[in-house]
């Protein structure tokens, strides 16, 4: 039988045809935990064996990314939490400032065909490298730490068939809130997400990890691309090159429903508060006039190389508006390095805008960025919920890099392509 | 089992559950459990806690999106709601409930008014509405879920058995 992706990847894990709608086991070759989410997870291990334990310790990663550099005692001692088991298991452990999991994943870890659990919601961006990757909760991910294999539901398959090209300002985070707006935020609840088509050559990578990062926004499972050429130079860049394989759906296999998406017909989208799935064009918003407070460019949907170089295009040679603070966080050491290297992050400082270390920075509003009462930000992250930045009396609007560029120049909500 | 409805709107997040500026208190679950479901309508958690009336959480369509914290159902379990329902769950917190043996239903949950009293039958499925005299059935609990839930919870049946060990009638499609 012809398979979508996720068939294939499990199918090849469990040695056997597996068929949407029935339970597997699979061995799992990943487990992911990070600061807040760890220390419960050790809590069940220990209920589980009696004692700290790893089934394959150089397969279990700890990340520290979501309050690092910690703020307050009881959070440093979640961190210390997590060096511990390392210390105790042979876990790895990617401490503060080294970068967000789900990044560190695609650059240090997973490869196609892999099957990856992670008690963080965004764990299904690492499908844009062609791994089963899912998020689960703390004990789900105790059980698949502990006993290096968990179960799933064999999911549904919606297939994306992307055509044409983005026009000129308007990039994957556009694409993937148009998604969002066509299926609605339940509309991949149990779901494989998988993409297609002769337009997906022309994503990058970091293009890709967008849009499997935000799955989640749409209830999935699992946001899935194919691995091709573009993550076979991903992986070599990583020097990674022998983890490549290629991995595709078969022609012929069953979707749930197969949507096309014209590329060239989309704008630069927004989501509005308090939900992902409020989407709006920018030029609509514009039209509001919506003072904001603070840009936030970062996270594991835009926190990568190609976001900050469009945040770049529109920084470059201008000033961040003089009521407005700009937050910029590369999503992890590497995509930092790399700024530097190509002077992005000249450009950033020279525009006044604030830089800040690998990690999650004010998305989960924890640990800094957290917005006053009444504020508004524009951030290129993939939640918008109230009480995301820390406080349920202000607005977050979701937007592209570029498109929360523009923004941080005017002070205003702005479409971008004035800018270019 | 037996409680009073406590009615809450579409997309309640695993944020408005369990605020993620009370981060730290995850570690200290006696403190956090006074601020849960605190964004979504302040007045639950004082309620819950009071201790003189059961409550059951009565979400609407999507509850539990967002976050994977864990922490979220643990709140809602931890302030003694011995069942959720709502119109549809979002995945992780779906499976999170069942892992710590909070079990969560599926119905329309549109004709439960705030206050109702209700009555649930998990074996049938049905909870009856003791204010309006009505009965509703939800949808079926997968297997798999039946079979965790039955255990108390994943960690339970792991112990239990050894392993994950799921018979052929848990695992068909
Ligand atoms: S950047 Fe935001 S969404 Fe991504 S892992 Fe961190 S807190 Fe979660």
């Not at chain 1, 004990?139 to 730490?145: E, F, H, Q």
């Not at chain 1, 630069?268 to 003072?291: C, D, F, I, S, Y």
Request: with cysteine.
């Amino acid at each position: 039988m012809p398979m979508t992706l996720a068939e294939k990847i499990l199918s090849q894990k469990v040695g056997r045809e597996v068929k949407p709608g029935e339970i597997v086991i699979s061995p799992v070759d990943w487990t992911v935990v990070q600061d807040g989410t760890g220390p419960l997870t050790f809590d069940m291990i220990r209920a589980l064996k009696g004692k700290d334990f790893a089934h394959n310790p150089s397969h279990a990663i700890l990340t520290i990314d979501h309050t690092g550099p910690s703020p307050r005692a009881d959070l440093s001692n979640f961190q210390v939490a997590l060096r511990k088991f390392s210390e105790t298991t042979g876990a790895i452990v990617e401490d503060v400032g080294q970068g967000i999991s789900h990044l560190l994943l695609a650059e240090r870890y997973v490869g196609p065909g892999d099957v990856v659990v992670g008690a963080d919601s965004h764990t299904s961006t690492a499908g844009g490298i062609a791994a089963f990757a899912t998020g689960m909760g703390s004990t789900d991910a105790a059980i698949a730490m502990s006993l290096g294999k968990m179960w799933f539901r064999v999911p549904e398959t919606i297939r994306f068939e992307l055509k044409g090209k983005l026009p000129d300002g308007v990039y994957s985070k556009d694409l993937v809130l148009h998604i969002l707006d066509t299926i609605g935020e339940e509309g991949g609840l149990y779901r494989s997400m998988e993409y297609g088509g002769e337009a997906l050559a022309d994503l990058s990578m970091d293009a890709r990890f967008t849009m499997t990062s935000m799955a989640q926004e749409a209830g999935a499972k699992l946001g899935l691309m194919p691995s091709d050429e573009a993550t076979k130079q991903h992986l070599e860049h990583h020097g990674r090159g022998d983890r490549w394989i290629a991995l595709d759906a078969d022609p012929g296999a069953s979707y749930e429903k197969t949507i096309e998406i014209q590329l060239d017909k989309l704008e630069p989208l927004m989501a509005v508060p308090h939900q992902p799935g409020n989407v709006k064009t920018a030029r609509e918003v514009e039209k509001e006039g919506v003072a904001v407070h603070q840009v936030f460019i970062g996270t594991c949907t835009n926190g990568r190389l190609d976001d900050l170089r469009a945040t770049a295009r529109v920084l470059k040679g201008r000033q961040v508006h003089k009521k407005t603070r700009c937050l910029i966080i590369p999503g992890s050491q590497h995509v930092y390095r790399e700024a530097l290297r190509e002077g992005l992050i000249e450009i950033f400082v020279d525009a006044g805008a604030v830089v800040g270390s690998p990690g999650c920075g004010p998305c989960p509003g924890i640990h800094m960025g957290v917005l006053g009462d009444g504020e508004v930000c524009v951030a290129a992250q993939n939640r918008n919920f109230k009480g995301r930045l820390g406080n349920p009396k202000a607005f977050v609007y979701l937007a592209s890099p570029i498109t929360a560029a523009a923004t941080a120049v005017e002070g205003k909500i702005a479409d971008p392509r004035r800018f270019l | 089992m037996r409680g009073t409805a406590w009615k809450f709107g579409d997309n309640i997040s695993t944020d408005l559950i369990a605020p993620g500026r009370y981060y730290h208190l995850r570690s200290n679950m006696p403190e956090f459990v006074k601020h849960v479901l605190e964004d979504a309508d302040e007045k639950f958690a004082p309620a819950a806690l009071a201790g003189d009336k059961t409550y059951i959480v009565v979400g609407s369509r999507n509850f539990g999106q967002g976050s994977s914290r864990e922490v979220a159902a643990r709140l809602i379990k931890a302030v003694n709601v011995p069942v959720v329902l709502a119109k549809s769950f979002a995945r992780i917190f779906y499976r999170n409930c069942f892992n710590i043996g909070l079990p969560a239903l599926i119905l329309d949950t549109e004709p439960i008014q705030h206050g109702d009293e209700l009555g649930i039958d998990m074996e049938k499925g049905e909870i009856r509405n003791l204010t309006r005299k009505e009965t509703y059935q939800s949808g079926a609990i997968p297997p798999v879920m039946q079979t965790i839930l039955k255990e108390g919870g994943i960690v339970e049946y792991v112990k239990k058995h050894g392993d994950l060990v799921f018979d052929n009638k848990i695992s068909r499609a």
